[in-house]
C-alpha cells in the first residue's frame, strides 16, 4: 500500500482519536530513540522518563481502545491531555528547561486546541503552562530571569495560538458542514435528476410502443376507409384502407384542397340536403358539407349508406359511420368518417332475395296444383266422395296450407330481414281484427278442447296500420296459445285502449315458458324448452314475424309467462299515425 | 251462357307449368268462356292473340322465352290486341309488388295457389258473365 493510499483512507473531517495521536507516538519514539543514543540527551530522572512513556503509551492505547465517538466525543481530549503531561515529564527527565523534546508539546497542544468548544483552549493552555512551568516548580525556583520569563511568555503565546487554532478549526468545521450539506443537497438533486431521467427514458420507451401499435393497427385496416377532416370537411388523415378503397395515397389527397365531399356521389347529396331541408327549416343547403355531418353536429354519431366515387369514375357502396373528432379538451375539431365497402354485402343481398323469390315460386307451384286439384276433388257434384274420402281430403288440404303458411313465413322472414318491409296503411278497426282471429280460430280451439274467449269493448277502436298484417299478427298468438294449452284450459283475447294505446292481450293458461328463455322468444327459429318437451308444433318464426309486425307499426310486444301457469303476450300499438317502414306496396289478391 | 246470341268470350290462357295449366283450364271452363288457346310459353300465348279476336288473356308472369309482363306489354302496345283485358297469375308475390309494373300492365292480378273457383269467378266478373245456373 502506497502512503498516498494509506493517506487516502484517513477521513479528513473527523480522523479518529488514534489517528490523531499518531504524530505523538512517532514523536516520542523518536524522542526515546535520541535518548538512547549513548552521550545524547542525558536522561536526569529514570523514573520521570519511564512515567513520561508510559503515560504516553496509555494515551495511546485510550486512543485506540475507548470508542469515542459512541461514547461522549467531548471526552476525547484525555488523551492529548495526557500526553501533554507526559511530554511535561519527559521534559523534567531530560533536562527540565534545557530539554529539547519541549517542542513536542505542540503537538497534543494543536490537538486540544482544535477540538469543537472554546474550554478546549484553556485546556491546551492550561496543560502547556502546566508542562512549561513545572521545572521551575520541581527544580524550587529559575536559573535565571530568562527562564521565568519564558515560562510565562510562552503559554501566552501558546494561548494566543490556541485561540487562533480553534477558531479556525471552528470555522472549517462550519465550512466543512455546509460543504457537506451541499454535497448532500447535491446528491439528492442528482438522484432526483436521475430518477426523473429514467422515468423519462420509460415514458418515451411507453409512447413508442403505443406508437408503433396505433401505426399497425392503423396499417392494420385495409378493409376500411378512415378519412379524417376538419370542421369544414378539409382532408387531413387518410389512411391505407382510403388508398385502398378510393386509389389515392395520402400524400396525393392531404394537401390542404381536398374535400372529403369530393369523394362523393353528388345526387345523393342533394338528396340527402332536401331531405333535411324538408324536416329542418334552418338547415341551409348551400353547405353541402352538411349532409355528411348533420347527425354529427346534433350531437349523435351517423350511420349511413352513401356512394363513393373514385377519381376514376368507379362508385363503391359503402356505410359510412360519422363521428365527432375532439381535441384533449372535449372541444370537437373536426370529424372521422370510417367507411366500410358495402359491393360484397349488397350483393350477396341481392342475391339472397333472389333465392327466396325462386324458392317461393319453386314451391308455391306445386302446391297451388295441390290445392287446386283438392278442391276439384271436393266440389265435383258429379261424383261425391264420402264422408270418409272427405275426411282424407280435408287433412291433405290441411297439410298443404300448413306447408303454404310456412313458404309464406319464411318469404316474410326474408323481406323483414332484408328491409323490405310492405305495409299498407289504412284505418284499422281493432274490435275486427280481433273477432276475426277468435272466429277462425274457434274450430281449432273446439278440437283442442280449449275454451276460446273474446273479451272487445263495444267502442270501436281503430288505429292506422295494414289490416292483413295485423290479422296475421293476431293470428300467430292466438294459433300459439291454442298449441300450448292443455285440453281443459283457457285462451282470452282481450283488447282495451290504454292511455295513447291499443293492447291486444292474448293469454292462455297454458304450459308457460321458463324465465330465462323470454328475452330469446322472438328469435328467428327459437322454441321454447317447454315447446320441444311438450311435442308441440311449429319452426319458430311466429313470434318473430309478430315482433317484426307490431315493430313496423310503431308498438311493442309485452311477453309475460310462468312455467305451469300459463302466457300472456300483449300487441301494444299507439292510437296515431305510424310511418310505414318502406313505402307501401300494391294490394295483392290472395286467394282465400 | 248469358249473353245468347253474341259469341262466346274468346280466352287465351299461358303457364309453362302442365298441371296449373290444366287448372286454368278447367276452371275457364266453369266460367263459360271459349278458351281459344291453352299454351305453355309467352311467344305462343302471343300469337294466339293476336290471331283472333281474344277478349282475356290469362297470363303466368315466369315464362320461357317472353315472360308474362312481356307479353302483357306486347299485346298493349298492338292497336288490334290492345282492348284484350290481361289476368296476370304468379307464384312469387315479390314478382307481382316489386316489378310495379304489374298494376299498370295487367286488369288484373291473382296469386299462386289460387282457387279455381275464385279463378272462375274472377274470369266471369271481368268478362261480364253471370254464373251458370
Do not use: C
Not at chain 1, 513545572?134 to 501558546?158: C, E, K, N, Q
Not at chain 1, 295494414?466 to 300450448?484: M, W
Amino acid at each position: 500500500m502506497t502512503i498516498d493510499r494509506w493517506l487516502s483512507r484517513i477521513p479528513i473531517d473527523s480522523p479518529s482519536a488514534f489517528m490523531k495521536q499518531v504524530p505523538t507516538i512517532v514523536g516520542f519514539a523518536f524522542a526515546a530513540a535520541i535518548a538512547a543514543v549513548p552521550n545524547g540527551v542525558p536522561i536526569t530522572d529514570g523514573a520521570e522518563f519511564v512515567a513520561g512513556i508510559v503515560l504516553v503509551v496509555i494515551a495511546s492505547v485510550l486512543s485506540f481502545a475507548v470508542p469515542w465517538r459512541r461514547l461522549n466525543p467531548e471526552w476525547v481530549v484525555v488523551v492529548p491531555t495526557l500526553s501533554l503531561l507526559a511530554v511535561g515529564l519527559l521534559r523534567l527527565a531530560t533536562g527540565s528547561s534545557a530539554s529539547p523534546f519541549v517542542v513536542l508539546t505542540l503537538l497534543p497542544f494543536v490537538w486540544i486546541a482544535s477540538e469543537e468548544g472554546r474550554i478546549n483552549i484553556l485546556i491546551a493552555s492550561l496543560g502547556t503552562f502546566i508542562v512549561l512551568l513545572a521545572p521551575l516548580l520541581v527544580d524550587g525556583g529559575a536559573r535565571s530571569a530568562g527562564d521565568v520569563v519564558r515560562a510565562f511568555f510562552s503559554p501566552v503565546i501558546y494561548l494566543i495560538v490556541a485561540v487562533v487554532i480553534n477558531e479556525i478549526a471552528h470555522r472549517m468545521r462550519i465550512q466543512l458542514q455546509k460543504a457537506h450539506e451541499a454535497a448532500q443537497q447535491q446528491e439528492t438533486l442528482l438522484a432526483q435528476a436521475v430518477a426523473a431521467q429514467d422515468e423519462l427514458v420509460l415514458n418515451e420507451a411507453r409512447l413508442k410502443t403505443a406508437n408503433r401499435l396505433i401505426q399497425s393497427i392503423w396499417n392494420a385496416v385495409t378493409e376500411q376507409s378512415v378519412i379524417g377532416t376538419d370542421l369544414d370537411g378539409l382532408i387531413d388523415v387518410w389512411n391505407p384502407g382510403a388508398e385502398k378503397m378510393l386509389g389515392l395515397t395520402e400524400k396525393q389527397v392531404v394537401d390542404g384542397k381536398h374535400h372529403v365531399i369530393d369523394f362523393h356521389l353528388p345526387e345523393e347529396i342533394d338528396q340527402r340536403l332536401q331531405a333535411m331541408d324538408a324536416r329542418f327549416t334552418t338547415v341551409s343547403s348551400i353547405e353541402s358539407f352538411s349532409a355528411l355531418v348533420d347527425t354529427v353536429r346534433a350531437g349523435s354519431a351517423d350511420v349511413r349508406d352513401w356512394t363513393y366515387v373514385r377519381p376514376d369514375g368507379k362508385r363503391v357502396a359503402v356505410q359510412v359511420a360519422a363521428t365527432p373528432r375532439l381535441d384533449e379538451n372535449g372541444h370537437r375539431v373536426g370529424f372521422i368518417f370510417v367507411a366500410t365497402d358495402m359491393t360484397q354485402a349488397r350483393e350477396f343481398a341481392r342475391l339472397k332475395d333472389e333465392f327466396v323469390g325462386l324458392i317461393s315460386h319453386e314451391l308455391r307451384t306445386p302446391l297451388s296444383s295441390i290445392l287446386g286439384y283438392l278442391e276439384l276433388m271436393r266440389d265435383d257434384e258429379e261424383s261425391p266422395l264420402s264422408d270418409e274420402q272427405l275426411q282424407y281430403l280435408g287433412v291433405a288440404e290441411r297439410n298443404a296450407h300448413r306447408l303454404l303458411r310456412l313458404v309464406g313465413d319464411l318469404l316474410f322472414t326474408a323481406q323483414v330481414e332484408s328491409g323490405r318491409f310492405p305495409l299498407d296503411i289504412t284505418d284499422v278497426e281493432l274490435g275486427g281484427v280481433v273477432s276475426a282471429s277468435v272466429e277462425s280460430a274457434t274450430p281449432v280451439a273446439a278440437n283442442a278442447g280449449v275454451t276460446l274467449v273474446r273479451d272487445v269493448p263495444e267502442k270501436p277502436l281503430v288505429v292506422r296500420g295494414d289490416t292483413l298484417r295485423l290479422g296475421q299478427a293476431v293470428d300467430n298468438l292466438v294459433s300459439n296459445a291454442l298449441k300450448f294449452t292443455p285440453s281443459g284450459g283457457t285462451v282470452t283475447v282481450s283488447l282495451r285502449a290504454e292511455g295513447d294505446h291499443a293492447v291486444i292481450a292474448v293469454a292462455d293458461t297454458g304450459i308457460g315458458i321458463p324465465a330465462v328463455e323470454l328475452s330469446q322468444l322472438s328469435q328467428r327459429f327459437f322454441r321454447a324448452s317447454t315447446a320441444t318437451r311438450n311435442a308441440v308444433p311449429g319452426v319458430g318464426l311466429g313470434l318473430t314475424i309478430t315482433k317484426a309486425i307490431v315493430t313496423a307499426h310503431g308498438g311493442r310486444l309485452d311477453i309475460a309467462s310462468e312455467e305451469g301457469v300459463g302466457t300472456s303476450i300483449s300487441i301494444v300499438l299507439p292510437v296515431e299515425t305510424p310511418q310505414p317502414v318502406t313505402e307501401a306496396i300494391p294490394r295483392v289478391e290472395v286467394a282465400p | 251462357m248469358s249473353d245468347a246470341g253474341s259469341r262466346g268470350k274468346r280466352v287465351v290462357i299461358a303457364d309453362d307449368d302442365d298441371d296449373i295449366r290444366g287448372l286454368m283450364t278447367i276452371a275457364a271452363n266453369r266460367a263459360g268462356v271459349d278458351i281459344v288457346a291453352a299454351v305453355d310459353n309467352g311467344r305462343a300465348a302471343l300469337d294466339a292473340v293476336r290471331s283472333g279476336d281474344v277478349d282475356l288473356a290469362v297470363l303466368d308472369i315466369s315464362m320461357p322465352g317472353l315472360n308474362g309482363i312481356e307479353v302483357a306489354e306486347a299485346i298493349r302496345a298492338d292497336e288490334q290486341t290492345k282492348g284484350t283485358l290481361i289476368l296476370m297469375v304468379s307464384a312469387s308475390v315479390q314478382l307481382l309488388t316489386t316489378h310495379g309494373v304489374v298494376a299498370d300492365r295487367s286488369d288484373s292480378f291473382i296469386v299462386k295457389p289460387f282457387s279455381p273457383r275464385v279463378l272462375s269467378t274472377r274470369i266471369r266478373e271481368m268478362l261480364d258473365l253471370e254464373a251458370p245456373a
